[in-house]
């Protein structure tokens, strides 16, 4: 059975060609169908949503990706730079180290010069000494007479300068004038003062060297460090030489003991280690919680004292001192450059030990 139309005024028609509903229902759910033009509107603002959120995700993406190297690249260039950082301050610390070392060097080289030179110029002095005792009780010669205290030993460098100039000055004036100088003046020295200076320079070899008359023993070294033939003989009629065992075992060509290449090396130079044979005796604590004034070598950790000696022994740059922990060995034995002593700075953890040595002539020396 097809349904009528829908009353006049109703804005939709049932299309259904048969309704199972009650009459008037049909009308009631036309009106519920959208207008014209709703639909397209939604579809619009759904698809306009779309584009927005696909347009953010692109976007995100994009810069993403973009920071992402951009991150890496800054990590990476942070760690490139903290590497090479790190290389530049190692070798930096490297080169300072390396200066360091070469300075020390330079330092000792000149010290054992200024030595050298002051050692000089005091047997200068002292044979100014010498001659001027000699001339005590002759005339005057015409000039400016030369005063023993010039050359007092006792004043330092600029004073021993002084007084070797003025005694240049004198001896020239005393030569242009008189025609004598320091050659006449060793001349004119009688046989009684010659003999009576030889005994008293005799007699305090003797007391140097410790001169048994009983047993007729004595050291054949001298603890002023006087060497060669700049001293008297020894009595047995040899040279005075320096010790073996100690710290300054060569004597000089002028005529003092040392431990420098000056002393050791050059032509005229006498090393004395080259007859005996040296030894470590024992070491023993010389001062607690005190280190090296000055040091010259690094041995690393070892197991105590004694087997630090033993390597300290043959280095030339190493005296007779070393200091060493006990309580942390691990931190390593070091050895006191020769002719130092040890330092005034209060060190908990250290110990400055002395190394006996022991000197054996070797057979046919």
Not at 141 to 161: C, H, I
Not at 257 to 271: A, E, I, N, P, W
Request: aromatic share 6%; hydrophobic share 35%.
């Amino acid at each position: 059975q097809v349904r009528p139309a829908a009353p006049i005024g109703s804005s939709v028609r049932c299309l259904s060609p048969i309704c199972a509903v009650p009459p008037g229902s049909c009308a009631r759910h036309d009106r519920r169908i959208m207008r014209p033009g709703q639909g397209q509107f939604v579809a619009a603002l759904v698809a306009l949503v779309l584009v927005a959120l696909f347009w953010l995700f692109l976007s995100n993406a994009e810069f993403g990706g973009a920071d992402a190297p951009g991150r890496s690249a800054a990590t990476g260039g942070g760690s490139a730079g903290a590497a090479r950082g790190t290389a530049v301050n190692a070798a930096d610390r490297a080169m300072l180290e390396l200066a360091l070392d070469r300075y020390k060097g330079l330092a000792r080289n000149m010290t054992a010069r200024i030595q050298t030179a002051e050692q000089a110029i005091k047997k200068l002095q002292r044979l100014q000494q010498q001659q001027a005792l000699g001339t005590r009780s002759k005339p005057k010669l015409p000039g400016r007479p030369f005063r023993p205290t010039d050359a007092d030993p006792s004043e330092g460098g600029s004073s021993a300068v002084a007084a070797g100039g003025g005694a240049g000055e004198n001896a020239g004036s005393g030569a242009g004038e008189s025609g004598g100088g320091e050659e006449n003046d060793e001349e004119e020295e009688t046989e009684e003062e010659k003999a009576k200076r030889q005994e008293a320079e005799e007699k305090e070899q003797r007391q140097l060297i410790g001169y048994d008359e009983a047993t007729k023993k004595f050291r054949r070294f001298r603890p002023d460090f006087k060497c060669g033939d700049r001293v008297q003989p020894l009595p047995d009629s040899e040279l005075a030489e320096c010790d073996p065992a100690g710290e300054s075992p060569c004597c000089s060509s002028i005529g003092w003991c040392g431990k420098s290449r000056m002393h050791c090396d050059c032509d005229m130079c006498q090393d004395y280690r080259s007859k005996v044979k040296l030894s470590v005796v024992g070491v023993k604590v010389l001062k607690k919680q005190r280190e090296c004034a000055e040091i010259a070598y690094t041995f690393g950790p070892q197991d105590s004292p004694r087997a630090c000696a033993d390597l300290a022994l043959p280095r030339v740059e190493c005296g007779r001192m070393l200091m060493f922990s006990e309580t942390y060995p691990s931190w390593g034995c070091r050895c006191c450059a020769a002719g130092t002593a040890e330092g005034v700075e209060v060190k908990p953890e250290w110990t400055v030990w002395s190394v006996d040595v022991k000197a054996e002539p070797l057979p046919g020396a």
